[in-house]
């Protein structure tokens, strides 16, 4: 079962403008990380943020972390054509048995030129 | 290797049909993990192996599914009578466990479709 929400599910920006995508998780974690994935192949691992951290950054990206109201948000500055993706939040569950990556169903980025 | 490779690319067969998909990890990492993606979806668990041994299969959806690593690195996902529900994106990915991020890398997966 998924893991909670992203929104919007599908977000269409013109190249230079900040893109804003959400996530909405529904268990306590220790981490949360953000995927990317091109032409419904291939994910690529872009940031992690742990649960004592509150935002990120990493290049044009910037993550932050809520666990009190169990969000996160990525943002894409100046973005380009390149960012075309769908992007996933994934989270590992508290239980350090559990390894595998519960996923949310994805924002759809769509950058114009 | 470089990174995950996963064969075949594209697979389509008919119901009812048994098929295997195959994972070659990256060299050295113990865990592995399949995932099923569905179209606009995000990937969800099948299952994970750490070593040889399937440390989590809870995420196989009935016993039509199964997944061996008999050496440690490549894994076979195998699905026996496959059904027009089981078309989707399988997605392998691997894992060093001493790293502490638990970051994954993935294969660029093997599109299935059962007709």
């Known amino acids: 079962s998924q893991q909670g929400e992203e929104d919007p599910q599908a977000l269409s920006i013109q190249e230079g403008e900040n893109a804003t995508m959400n996530c909405s998780y529904k268990?306590?974690?220790?981490?949360l990380q953000w995927y990317r994935q091109n032409s419904g192949r291939g994910l690529v691992h872009l940031i992690l943020i742990r649960s004592n951290e509150r935002e990120k950054h990493s290049g044009r990206l910037r993550v932050t972390l809520d666990t009190s109201k169990k969000s996160s948000s990525l943002l894409i500055t100046a973005s380009r054509a390149a960012d075309t993706a769908s992007y996933f939040c994934?989270?590992?569950?508290?239980?350090?048995?559990?390894?595998?990556?519960?996923f949310g169903s994805g924002t759809r980025l769509q950058v114009q030129p | 290797g470089a990174g995950v490779s996963q064969t075949p690319s594209n697979k389509v067969t008919e119901k009812g049909k048994y098929v295997e998909l195959r994972c070659d990890p990256i060299s050295g990492h113990t865990a592995l993990y399949w995932y099923r993606q569905s179209l606009g979806q995000g990937p969800e668990f099948l299952i994970y192996f750490q070593g040889t041994g399937a440390a989590d299969d809870s995420g196989l959806p009935n016993d039509r599914f199964f997944a061996v690593r008999p050496e440690g690195s490549v894994s076979t996902l195998k699905i026996q009578r496959t059904e027009r529900g089981d078309s989707a994106v399988y997605l392998c990915a691997s894992s060093s466990t001493g790293s502490p991020s638990y970051e994954q890398y993935f294969g660029p997966g093997t599109r299935l479709t059962v007709t």
């Open positions: 994934a989270t590992g569950g508290m239980d350090t048995g559990r390894r595998a990556l519960t």
């Open positions: 268990t306590s974690i220790n981490n």
